[in-house]
């Protein structure tokens, strides 16, 4: 593994924002349903998930609004940011810790604007270390990279190359890997340098009783393979 000590590391389970290495929870209303969101979170949040996303393109907004309450109360007792995709004025309604903005998405300095200086704001870099140190500039909180993987979520999402992992770390900002992540193939990324692995299909696509498990392997490879993971989290099963 690289030396993930050197200029730009974030000092994981003490950084600002609460943000450590780790799994990285993200809902598709596809695979969870509303009646099933809940519970899928908190099996992800039993194995050990440090961040969560809400991810929802399809449900109308009082829906939107009433799940990512949900989340937000059951996250906030769970002692883990959530993060709302797209919508920095929904997750100002809820009360999350934050939004992720991509490309095509409302402004870094504009959510800034509406969530405050406490908000975790993440920003969509695809594989590109410009708009990442445009995104660094306009006071992101962490980086995603991706897809380095296929996606059945998002197919179409520029491909990216794990050596931009590396390169990303000099940002010292937290560096987010996504797209076709699994339990098989995360351990790759960890190495290259990714602080958190987010997830959709690797961790919610399948049987549900199988979530906590699968979110226990992932927290399990931060265990073997990130220098700076601290967990509280039962490791047994
Ligand atoms: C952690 C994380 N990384 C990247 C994305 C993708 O954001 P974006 O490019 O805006 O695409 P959509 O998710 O909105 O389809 C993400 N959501 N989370
Ligand atoms: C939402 C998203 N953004 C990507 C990017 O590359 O920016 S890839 C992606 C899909 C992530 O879902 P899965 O884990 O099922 O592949
Ligand atoms: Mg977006």
Do not use: W
Request: glycine content about 10%.
């Amino acid at each position: 593994m690289g030396d993930l000590g050197s200029p730009g590391t974030f000092n994981a389970g003490t950084t600002a924002k609460g943000l450590r290495p780790g799994l990285y929870a993200i809902t598709d209303s596809q695979l969870l349903p509303a009646g099933k969101l809940m519970a899928a979170v908190e099996a992800a949040l039993r194995g050990g998930a440090v961040l969560v996303q809400y991810r929802d393109k399809k449900a109308p907004q009082p829906e939107r609004l009433r799940q990512a309450r949900d989340l937000a109360a059951l996250c906030n007792s769970a002692g883990v940011p959530l993060i709302i995709n797209d919508d920095a004025e929904l997750a100002r309604r809820c009360g999350a810790a934050g939004v992720h903005l991509g490309q095509s998405d409302s402004s870094l300095t504009e959510a800034r604007q509406q969530l405050g200086e406490h908000a975790i704001i993440g920003a969509t870099c695809h594989a590109d270390l410009a708009l990442a140190s445009s995104a660094d500039r306009d006071g992101a909180d962490y980086l995603a990279f991706g897809r380095f993987f296929s996606s059945n979520t998002k197919p179409n999402a520029p491909a990216a190359d794990t050596s931009v992992l590396a390169r990303a770390r000099h940002f010292g900002k937290p560096v987010t890997a996504i797209g076709g992540i699994t339990t098989d193939n995360g351990e790759l990324l960890i190495r290259a340098g990714a602080d958190l692995l987010a997830v959709v299909g690797g961790l919610f696509d399948g049987d549900p009783a199988a979530i906590e498990t699968r979110a226990r392997q992932f927290t399990r490879l931060f265990a073997a393979h990130h220098p700076l993971f601290s967990s509280s989290v039962h490791q047994e099963s």
